[in-house]
């Protein structure tokens, strides 16, 4: 897709006017004046009409109350817009920008992220999609800058949902590290993968999900240098199970079939240091994937087992399906002993428990730290990538110590460890963590819709990428 800023809309197949309900009381223009006098069109919020005389197409739109206006309800309407367009397979729309309380550069920007994040569709194994290949906003503003950030946040975005949609036979651990090292080699990060040399630097726990694979399972570290070195980088962990199918602790029909998702964390971490490079932003940050497979075969972990961590702690495997905290706490660790950073986050599609509490629209959130977990929130109200923290009290991390071991990967709390579940994994994912600042995003929910919701497809969300840019731009 690509973006024009002109003084008029030029050749296009639809002009789109948006209008607020006070903006149609006003109108100049003969045909909405003439609809106006119709009641057909008073600018209702997310309202449209066609308007087709001569030749030239009109989509007028509601923008709603003036006084309601902000980036969120932009974004809903241009992704109405961009369906209809779309439907209607026109390729091309101009769009004007309505002076109103919300700025025209937000405007703008809320438009280039709909318009991006809309026009998505996996289509790796389905013939050529429909798409809209140019948008022109006509505009005599100066907003070059928004919507170049935009649309690289948002296309970084569409490549986090490619990769999470594609399939665990094709998206192995072997294959998403090679995805990882062509990201890095053309964004100029540095690249280290720690394969076979797991076991050797103790990262038993990485070590053991992965061993019922057939694909060795790695540690990727991606590291991204955009302010002076002597100030202490952000850690983003991203969990990369490229399938889970739970283990010996197999997961049942229902449960199974949308577990190439379970990589979406770690997706999410390569798409943003991709954006940082590109934005250049002036931060440093390094970014851990942890990838495996949770396999079941001969050489799989087993309940019972006890495997010591990287951190020196042992843990008792009570359920194999609990791998993903597993894989997090080693990259956790080995984020804070060799990186010292100023904050680790990290994302994971950690718990089915987080559907339950906050089903698909908002990432659950536990931090140990109120400054961080302050700033996460209001980078998720920003970017409507929305987070809620739940509490991390002493009970929960008491629920976590072993009977025979340091400590367990499943809760002594209600059947499988299921009471608190989203609580209990951040429980145990805090233990592996010193001193410093944490903030854990269980995105099970929000990176994977089984419904598409405006500009958000069914299936893969990339979710995280927006809020993960403006958390630590904002830094
Ligand atoms: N990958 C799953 C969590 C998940 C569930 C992600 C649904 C997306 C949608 C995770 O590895 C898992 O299986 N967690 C278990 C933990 C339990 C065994 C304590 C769960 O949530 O049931
Ligand atoms: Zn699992
Ligand atoms: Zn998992």
Redesign the pocket.
């Known amino acids: 897709m690509k973006f024009h800023l002109k003084s008029s809309p030029g050749k296009v197949d639809v002009e789109v006017v948006p209008l607020t309900e006070e903006m149609t009381k006003v109108s100049k223009d003969k045909e909405v004046k003439a609809l106006l006098k119709s009641k057909d069109f008073t600018g209702k919020y997310r309202k449209t009409i066609w308007l087709r005389s001569g030749g030239k197409r009109t989509l007028l739109v509601g923008l709603g109350k003036q006084n309601k206006l902000d980036e969120e309800a932009v974004r809903r309407v241009y992704s109405i817009v961009v369906s209809e367009v779309l439907t209607s397979k026109y390729k091309s729309f101009s769009t004007s920008v309505p002076t109103s309380k919300l700025k025209k550069d937000l405007f703008v920007g809320a438009v280039v992220e709909s318009c991006v994040l809309t026009d998505y569709k996996f289509s790796k194994f389905k013939k050529k999609k429909e798409a809209v290949d140019e948008v022109v906003i006509v505009t005599k503003d100066r907003v070059e800058k928004i919507v170049k950030e935009k649309q690289t946040i948002c296309e970084n975005t569409l490549l986090a949902r490619d990769w999470v949609n594609m399939p665990a036979d094709v998206m192995n651990p072997v294959e998403l590290t090679k995805v990882a090292k062509e990201v890095a080699r053309k964004a100029k990060l540095k690249i280290t993968v720690i394969d076979k040399d797991l076991k050797k630097k103790g990262l038993n726990l990485i070590d053991a999900v992965g061993k019922g694979s057939i694909y060795p399972p790695r540690m990727v570290i991606l590291e991204y240098w955009g302010d002076n070195r002597s100030k202490k980088p952000i850690a983003l962990v991203g969990?990369g199970?490229t399938f889970?199918t739970?283990g010996i602790?197999l997961?049942p029909t229902g449960?199974i079939e949308?577990?190439k998702?379970?990589k979406?964390g770690a997706c999410t971490v390569l798409a943003v240091m991709k954006t940082m490079a590109e934005l250049k932003v002036k931060k440093n940050v390094i970014g851990f994937m942890s990838i495996c497979e949770?396999m079941v075969g001969r050489h799989s972990y087993r309940p019972s087992d006890i495997i010591k961590s990287y951190s020196g702690k042992t843990v008792e495997i009570l359920?194999t399906?609990?791998?993903?905290?597993l894989a997090m706490a080693d990259a956790l660790t080995y984020a804070e002993k060799h990186y010292k950073p100023e904050v680790i986050v990290d994302l994971?599609?950690?718990?089915?428990?987080?559907?339950v509490a906050l089903g698909e629209y908002v990432i659950a959130m536990v931090s140990d730290s109120d400054k961080y977990s302050d700033k996460m929130f209001k980078a998720g109200q920003k970017t409507f990538e929305r987070v809620w923290r739940l509490p991390l009290y002493e009970e929960y991390l008491d629920l976590m110590k072993g009977d025979i071991s340091d400590i367990k990967?499943?809760?002594s709390s209600g059947a499988?460890?299921?009471r608190a579940?989203?609580i209990?994994?951040a429980a145990f994912l805090k233990k592996f963590i010193e001193k410093t600042p944490w903030v854990h995003l269980d995105i099970?929910?929000a990176?994977?819709y089984t419904k598409q919701y405006y500009y958000a497809p069914k299936d893969a969300t990339g979710i995280g990428v927006r809020l993960m840019t403006e958390f630590i731009r904002n830094l």
């Open positions: 969990k199970i889970d739970g602790n997961k449960y949308s577990m998702s379970d979406g949770n359920n399906d609990a791998e993903g905290r994971a599609t950690l718990t089915g428990a987080a559907l990967n499943i809760s499988m460890g299921g579940g989203t209990t994994a099970a929910g990176a994977w």
